[in-house]
């Protein structure tokens, strides 16, 4: 019930997902290699491909596996019964596998980009040609699952092992070329604690203005969930910064200094892990308010979840009083603790005050939610102590009247510590709210 024995009993939960994560990324991998097994034997050649494999070399299994072929789109639909022809301009087909989608592209060299996010036109090419249009040398490796051989023609295990980020080639082209690479390259050096190489580096600040609006900005929202998913996200905010990447995602941060910006996402660290990233992100903007936040969403393209999530933060932040002024009483708490979202929110608020406030925060919210343990429960289970069919004894018709008691009878339960239906029904009769309407 309460947050720390929520986070105390974790890491039962932590190792059975484990487990059950282990078991599907060896099945996803297994399906892959079916895949590949099959475009080997109708004489293609086919590779696992991409970010797998850097995974892979880091000994951080992926069930997100992609695969690379000679085999032409016409040949892939050909050799597979079930497949979606998602890109085949691109030369990208999916390929359904006991319901689970792998996504097959051949080996390509692409035109010239338009606008910044797709090519005008691509031709057919080999591993070594495909490998160079990618972009960065880390994610441009490629896996032969049948021999266990690893493919590095842009010196991908190299900067591996180096812990660099590198762009393969031109990092100036790269980046006109697809300009999201930019945000995707501090994504994923903040998220392996790599470095970013010079040049790379000096690429971006030079295109960071360029950002918007090539790249749409859904697809920035994905690349900053991904970030979320990671240690790391402060990092990443802190180079983004530093670039010019931030302050063109949001113009409102262009004037504030790195050593404000530094100090804003230093809660970040001791967020629960993952932490959806709105409530990152609003770590950005101390000064704003709710609405603010939520007109953030809007913009963002997140989603509706994402924009009530942040406005119920927003209001556990301020729970200690309701909007009248009034402080809150224990049916306010038993509600607000009802709500899946609270624990969360409670979290976050508490890692950005200091330790000292902190300590006191959380241990004062875990006090009042074993107080209020029973009647948190019954909201979460929806089974009120009164229910319609004990007022439908007494008369009550269903309609409004008996929605406002229902209401009240839980309110006396939760004020009164009384879980005796008959026991409250008689303390209702006696209220306003039951004798309206009564001849």
Known sequence: MSIFLGIANRSDLVHNGCMERDLVITHTYERAVRVVKTLREAGHIAYLAGGWVRDYLLNRPSPDIDIATSAPPEAVVALFPHTVQVGVSFGVVMVIIEDEPFEVATFRKDGLYLYGRRPEAVEYSTPEEDAQRRDFTINGMFYDPLNGQIMDFVGGRQDLERGVVRAIGDPHERFREDRLRMVRGVRIMARFHFAMDKQTREA???????????????????????????????????????????????????????????????????????????????????????????ALCGYMKASNKDAQLVAWYYGVKASETKPNGQPFDAVDWAYLYADSRTDLCLQVVGATLDKERRHHFLVSHQDRQQRLSGAIARLREKKPVVMAHHLTKEGVVPGKKMGAILKEAERISILEGIEVPDLIIAKLKSLPVWLEGSA
């Open 204 to 294: 971006i600040a030079a295109h960071a203005d360029s950002l918007l609006p090539a790249v749409a900005m859904e697809r920035l929202w994905q690349e900053f969930c991904k970030m979320a998913e990671h240690p790391g996200l402060g990092r990443a905010f802190v180079t983004m910064h530093e670039l010019g990447l931030l302050k063109t995602v949001f113009p409102q941060l262009a004037g504030v200094p790195l050593e404000e910006m530094v100090q804003r996402i230093h809660p970040l660290r001791d967020f629960p892990h993952p932490c959806p990233a709105i409530l990152c992100i609003a770590q950005l903007f101390p000064e704003a308010t709710a609405d603010e936040m939520v």
